[in-house]
């Protein structure tokens, strides 16, 4: 499935990987008719460069923002930064992929901080399989 989000959101999720930095950054993705609309950022509760926690009241609320606020949005995923790898799950992304298969995980790689890379993928929750998604950042 194609993934698209507009490139405004693409730099809100890359600008706070970088506020966040040297820890991982965290949120939940809102969209509509398939396209992403808003990011939602989270504090991460872990508070570390290794992985991301949502903190189990915040995430509810962000929850609530999305899917009873005043509009059509629904849950598409969640986003979070890896400040010294690739944008490619890890071990503990893929563990605690629990948002459905629907879901698309964003990842934004800050290995190289001049040049920020962004990558979408599935994760399926019972079998662990990681499938990239092809992701479509328009103007």
């Known amino acids: 499935m194609l993934f698209r989000s507009p490139k405004s959101i693409a730099d809100e999720i890359i600008a706070h ?16 008719n398939g396209e992403v609309v808003a990011a939602l950022p989270a504090a991460n509760a872990a508070a570390s460069p290794y992985r991301y926690v949502i903190d189990s009241k915040e995430l509810l609320r962000l929850f609530r923002e999305i899917e009873w606020g005043d509009h ?7 986003y979070h930064s890896h400040t010294h790898s690739e944008a490619y799950p890890s071990p503990t992304d893929v563990r605690e992929a629990h948002l459905g298969p629907d879901a698309t995980y964003l990842i934004v790689s800050l290995r190289d901080p001049e040049h920020p890379h962004i990558r979408a993928f599935r994760i399926n929750d019972e079998t662990h399989i990681i499938t990239e998604e092809p992701l479509n950042i328009r103007g």
């Open 72 to 78: 059509e949005w629904k849950v598409m995923g969640n």
């Open 17 to 32: 990987a970088q506020r966040d930095d040297p820890n991982e950054c965290c949120g939940l993705l809102a969209g509509e």
